[in-house]
């Protein structure tokens, strides 16, 4: 698979000449063609940023930005075959659904058939054939989701870029949201770049990566690569849970710290329980625990004070202050730098 986007030592200042800021610092990275990729970081370490490099919407002080193998970092955003679905959806209130699909074409003076063939396309690919009459506000937030995606969607760009699009919706509908996306981008076969802080909604979407940390690319795998084998304590940390336990506590001959995932552990509450995989085993108090349906999670103060959290898909006939073992699967042990 080539790549459809190329990005190469890419920098942008914000702040005074006296006090700059590298919002994006001396970054590269390449997304493929058909790919699903995701920017994940917390706020302020460049995400959006980045995006609006891609869009346009800024300016690089540094670097190319390469689409099919062409500069388009000299581009104004109007010349470029990117459109961007925002946050806030920025629907025209006075205007139908079909209006609002059909503006950008309308602007670019297609048609008036090819606009009205091309919208009642979009609104099939979203499902909402009988709502091109209606106006924004007589839809719901997920509906005027859907219409800002058909708005983006309708002249079929090279890259369609997400600006945190889902962070306003309710937790079922962005799960129906989630789902919604990945189809529509199988049978776009568009490239989509995606920016989230919410590494769930990344893991479950994303066919790669990228989690940025100060303006650069502190891991980029595949959602699998970047869960199981984060290359830094930053990385494992942001992605889920991951304990840290000092080596000497589990037994190991090492220095620095060992990470695991809370699903990579398990707790053993009976005299001469054994693990199904042999693995360090350590002592601990149980301090918590926390029901949450299909998995409780366990919170243990080990003997040598530090605090861990295991995940078990059944809720143990254990209660706090009880003396515990966590038994540690040794294939699942996360070793990565500082």
Do not use: W
């Not at 103060?301 to 038994?327: I, N």
């Amino acid at each position: 698979m080539s790549d459809r986007l190329v990005i190469q030592s890419v920098t942008k200042f914000f702040g005074s000449a006296q006090n700059p800021v590298r919002a994006v610092d001396d970054l590269s990275l390449n997304v493929r063609e058909n790919e699903f990729f995701t920017l994940l970081g917390p706020s302020g370490c460049g995400k959006t940023t980045l995006l609006r490099l891609i869009a346009g919407l800024e300016s690089c002080d540094a670097g190319k930005i390469l689409l099919d193998g062409v500069d388009i970092a000299g581009l104004p955003a109007n010349k470029r075959p990117v459109n961007t679905v925002f946050q806030s959806y920025a629907l025209f209130p006075h205007m139908t659904v079909a209006d609002n699909i059909g503006f950008g074409m309308r602007m670019q003076g297609k048609d008036t058939k090819d606009i009205e063939k091309a919208t009642a396309e979009a609104l099939a690919l979203m499902r909402m054939e009988n709502f091109g009459a209606r106006y924004p506000s007589e839809l719901s937030g997920g509906q005027q989701q859907r219409v800002a995606l058909a708005r983006a969607l309708v002249n079929r760009p090279k890259i369609l870029l997400l600006d945190e699009s889902l962070s306003a919706l309710d937790y079922k509908l962005r799960k129906d949201m989630q789902i919604e996306l990945k189809r529509l981008q199988r049978e776009t076969e568009i490239t989509f770049i995606f920016v989230t802080h919410d590494q769930e909604e990344a893991l479950s979407m994303s066919d790669r990566i990228a989690v940025m940390e100060r303006g650069r690319i502190g891991q980029l795998g595949t959602p699998q690569e970047i869960y199981h084998r984060p290359v830094s304590r930053y990385v494992a940390d942001f992605i889920g849970i991951c304990n840290f336990v000092a080596a000497p506590s589990l037994g190991l001959s090492e220095s620095g710290h060992i990470g695991f995932r809370p699903e990579d552990a398990t707790l053993l509450i009976r005299e001469g329980q054994q693990p199904d995989v042999a693995g360090p085993i350590v002592h601990g108090k149980l301090d918590a625990l926390s029901y949450h349906g299909a998995v409780t999670y366990y919170q243990v103060t080990l003997d040598s004070g530090e605090t861990v959290t295991v995940a078990d898909h059944e809720k143990l006939p254990v209660g706090v202050d009880a003396r515990v073992r966590v038994a540690l699967l040794p294939d699942m042990l996360i070793r990565c730098a500082s």
